[in-house]
């Protein structure tokens, strides 16, 4: 595929930018078309689903993020001259042909195209028949920036496909797929782990644990805990189990503060049997196979442990990969779980929630993987290449 160059790609995304603003009024009213057929049974997806004059504004903010960052192609990594005279370089280089299966969320549709189209890749944007009248339109929106630019619009595609045609297309592609990155819960990745024939990057569950040691600031704890849960459940770094050690000062005390507060703000408790000594009223967790369970909904479980040792077990066991926190004062114990957790992002005194590109400070994300090749954490802008040898030799043989 040709490789266009940065003033080509960054005039795309300025026309892109003017479209957006000026057909607010007819994107707000295709989400509505969508919104009116949503029946409502799933809220975070409802939730996602939602377009608003505020959401186009973070559309608009994700494209001039990307539009002023380095364009991440023939970046050189690494140069070497051999005794024999070859000069290998190794440059960063698109995927070619990126594929995203999403649910739910218009901007995906936004940001996973101008991630792709500035890295120089084709996408393939795949998006739930929910957003269907929402996705159209953008696409649509993206074609003109395109077309105003002299530019072919199969740089970025809307697919409307069935399961059963996903299915097919996934085994039988009609062009060469190079990487698919299925973006939603655990039966559509496991889908497209089962029937893609390329490479799938894996932007995974959330499921996100935070640990309450024996060091902890009670008071930070709360206001941790409570943003980490309750601030948006529809997002993938929403937290959703609480284990809390039980050599932490006036533990039944704190247990049952815990346990009020969140209660008080609509979350559902479900508490294991250690909690339930202190907690005799609260919903007992007869299946433990709720631990690895996401639940994007105002409902968490709450858990007690004896060590640290303990915390990291549980979390690596039942934890989506994503992400995971520790309350503490005692550096050890924090480098301690923040090595040994098996996450994508782990903090130390902090939300959940800042597992996000644009907090991270990486910008717009098409997706945060929880896969460990070839990247882990937010998918921004500069993991969008992979890389290529340009080896320069004068008549060289191997002998």
Known sequence: MKILTTEIKNNVLTSMIDL????????IKANKKDLDLFQKEDQAMYDRLIVTDK??????QSIREVQSQEDPV??????????????????????????????????????AAVLAFKASNK?????????????????????????????????????????????????????KLDLIVPRGGERLINFVKEHANCAVLVSGRGNNFLYVDENADWEKSLKVIMNAKTDKISACNALDKI???????????????????????????????KVSK?????????????????????????????????????????????????????????????EEVDCA???????????????????????????KLHHRGPLGLEQLVTNKY?????????E
């Open 20 to 27: 957006l603003d000026k057909n607010r009024e007819s994107i």
């Open 55 to 60: 959401k186009i504004d973070g559309m608009i």
């Open 74 to 111: 023939n970046q050189p990594i690494s140069t070497r001259i051999l005794d024999n005279g070859l000069e290998i370089t190794n440059k960063t280089a698109p995927f070619g042909t990126i594929m995203i299966i999403y649910e739910s969320r218009p901007d995906v549709t936004i940001e």
């Open 123 to 175: 996408i393939l944007l795949k998006g739930g028949k929910e957003a269907l009248h929402s996705n159209t339109i953008l696409t649509e929106l993206w074609h003109k920036a395109l077309e105003e630019n002299g530019l072919p619009t199969d740089y970025i595609q809307l697919l409307t496909m069935n399961r059963q045609e996903t299915q097919d297309f996934l085994k039988n592609p009609v062009e």
């Open 243 to 273: 284990l809390i050690s039980q050599s932490i000062n006036n533990y039944n005390q704190k247990l049952t503060e815990l346990y009020n507060l969140l209660s008080s703000n609509g979350v559902d408790i479900l508490v294991d049997d």
């Open 278 to 338: 202190t907690l005799t009223n609260a919903t007992l967790i007869t299946d433990d196979s709720i631990w690895k369970e996401e639940f994007l909904a105002m409902k968490c479980c709450l858990g007690a442990v004896e060590t640290l040792n303990e915390a990291v077990s549980k979390i690596n066991e039942n934890s989506g990969g994503h992400s995971a926190t520790i309350m503490t004062s005692d550096k050890g114990s924090a480098r301690q779980f923040m």
């Open 345 to 371: 992002a782990v903090y130390q005194n902090a939300s959940t929630r800042f597992t996000d590109g644009g907090q991270m400070g990486v910008g717009a994300e098409l997706a945060i993987s929880t896969d």
């Open 390 to 398: 340009f080896v320069f030799g004068d008549g060289q043989i191997r």
